[in-house]
């Protein structure tokens, strides 16, 4: 059973780097199926999905053109876990921040997700 | 980007009760629709992908239809633990767009 389990800082000042771990159990990050995902949730924007990172004989990156120039993913496969970081925070990105899943097999869905990290931005 | 737009955006219902949600994407998605279920403070979980596939552990009380851009999701018999709001997925692109959401709520 695949398990995810978040940690990071609950607050961020604006202008500084917003950075979550989601650690991986029951899978492993660089399984060559499958993908690794960050997704956001807020009143004003809903769900909203963040970006993916993916191994397929090497590491692929996909993210959402409303944060490409401020987000990186990145895998850690010493540690089984992948990162988020989102730099240059506003307000804007107060959200509830979940780390998921897609198993590559099959139809793509999201499962399982964390447990959600509500990150402020705030001074 | 492909948009998601679910009606209604909420409900009120009985237990017992037939209730069917409806979401529409912006072009054809063929079947790569999801359904998940969200309580508050919880993660959302999913239901229904591919459209119409229950998802393993998901009572079959749920169900999913349709295919291009009009899907339904259909709780047959609604239940207390199943009030809740429900949102749809398109899995058609990387983007993975997500529906507003209907809330079903106790009447």
């Known amino acids: 059973q695949v398990q995810l389990q978040q940690s990071g800082p609950g607050l961020v000042k604006p202008s500084q780097t917003l950075s979550l771990t989601c650690v991986i159990s029951?899978?492993?990050?660089?399984?060559?199926?499958?993908?690794w995902n960050w997704i956001r949730q807020s009143p004003s924007r809903g769900l909203e999905w963040l970006g993916r990172?993916?191994?397929?004989?090497?590491?692929?990156?996909d993210y959402a053109v409303s944060v490409k120039s401020r987000i990186t993913i990145n895998p850690d496969t010493s540690k089984n876990q992948f990162s988020l970081q989102l730099s240059s925070v506003t307000p804007e990105d107060t959200a509830v921040y979940y780390c998921?899943?897609?198993?590559?097999?099959?139809?793509?869905?999201?499962?399982?997700w964390g447990q959600g990290t509500l990150v402020t931005v705030s001074s | 980007d492909i948009q998601m737009t679910q009606s209604p955006s909420s409900l009120s219902a009985s237990v017992g009760d037939r209730v069917t949600i409806t979401c529409r994407a912006s072009?054809?998605?063929?079947?790569?629709l999801n359904w998940y279920q969200q309580k508050p403070g919880k993660a959302p979980k999913v239901l229904i992908y591919?459209?119409?596939n229950l998802q393993s552990g998901v009572p079959s009380r749920f169900s999913g239809s349709g295919s291009g851009t009009d899907f339904t999701l259909i709780i047959s018999s609604l239940q207390p633990e199943d009030f809740a709001t429900y949102y749809c997925?398109?899995?058609?692109?990387?983007?993975?767009?997500f529906g507003g959401g209907t809330k079903v709520e106790i009447k």
């Open positions: 998921a899943r897609d198993p590559g097999s099959g139809w793509p869905r999201f499962d399982p």
């Open positions: 029951g899978d492993t990050v660089s399984s060559n199926s499958g993908s």
């Open positions: 990172t993916y191994y397929k004989s090497k590491w692929y990156n």
């Open positions: 072009q054809s998605i063929s079947s790569y």
């Open positions: 591919g459209a119409s």
């Open positions: 997925q398109q899995s058609y692109s990387a983007l993975g767009t």
